[in-house]
T-cell receptor, first 111, second 115 residues
């Protein structure tokens, strides 16, 4: 399973676009990149998943360059309610299916 | 369709007592995972179960901890003779199948406090 590295914290203001980059230098060929969001006192919530290039859904976009050694989660026009911890996970779950969480990036959105 | 349910949400135990944490997966989900989270840390995998079977318990301490997912009823994470270091948030997740094509849905967690 790929080890991931991401910034410990980020600050932003309402209405801005936020990009959180995650590095995963030893990602394997069959690994996917998955992002989860966690609010205080709640369980993590799936945001987006991708393998390569760009994936977009109603919440975010995920950019993965050709070498797949990093990925960027893009949150358009953040609001105060986007304040949370964002986790980048690399892996395919294998036969076990367990997810490997790092410490995540604590995003603080200010008015 | 109700999400993953966990109870109790908060549990207080004294050292040496037993803690039982329950998890009801989403309807149609047969895969259950338990994770533990310490303050300011990410979640740590503990155990992965399918109905009546433990598939992977590599993240679970060998002593005092056990998990089950019976044919009928919720999954149970049991901690015997709790110690202060067991104080944490315990999250359960469920999925229809194995990632990456089967997203894990997390419950709200059980916050265990050991006095």
């Amino acid at each position: 399973l790929a080890k991931t590295t991401q910034p410990i914290s980020m600050d932003s203001y309402e209405g801005q676009e936020v990009n959180i980059t995650c590095s995963h230098n030893n990602i394997a060929t069959n690994d996917y990149i998955t992002w989860y969001q966690q609010f205080p006192s709640q369980g993590p919530r799936f945001i987006i998943q991708g393998y390569k290039t760009k994936v977009t859904n109603e919440v975010a976009s995920l950019f993965i360059p050709a070498d797949r050694k990093s990925s960027t989660l893009s949150l358009p026009r953040v609001s105060l309610s986007d304040t949370a911890v964002y986790y980048c996970l690399g892996g395919n779950g294998g036969s076990q299916g367990n997810l490997i969480f790092g410490k995540g990036t604590k995003l603080s959105v200010k008015p | 369709n109700a999400g993953v349910m966990q109870n109790p949400r908060h549990l207080v135990r004294r050292r040496g007592q037993e803690a039982r944490l329950r998890c009801s997966p989403m309807k149609g989900h047969s895969h259950v995972y338990w994770y533990r989270q310490l303050p300011e840390e990410g979640l740590k995998f503990m155990v992965y179960l399918q109905k009546e079977n433990i598939i992977d318990e590599s993240g679970m301490p060998k002593e005092r901890f056990s998990a089950e997912f019976p044919k009928e009823g919720p999954s149970i994470l049991r901690i015997q003779q709790v110690v202060r270091g067991d104080s944490a948030a315990y999250f359960c997740a469920s999925s229809k199948g194995l990632p990456p094509n089967n997203e894990q849905f997390f419950g709200p967690g059980t916050r265990l406090t050991v006095l």
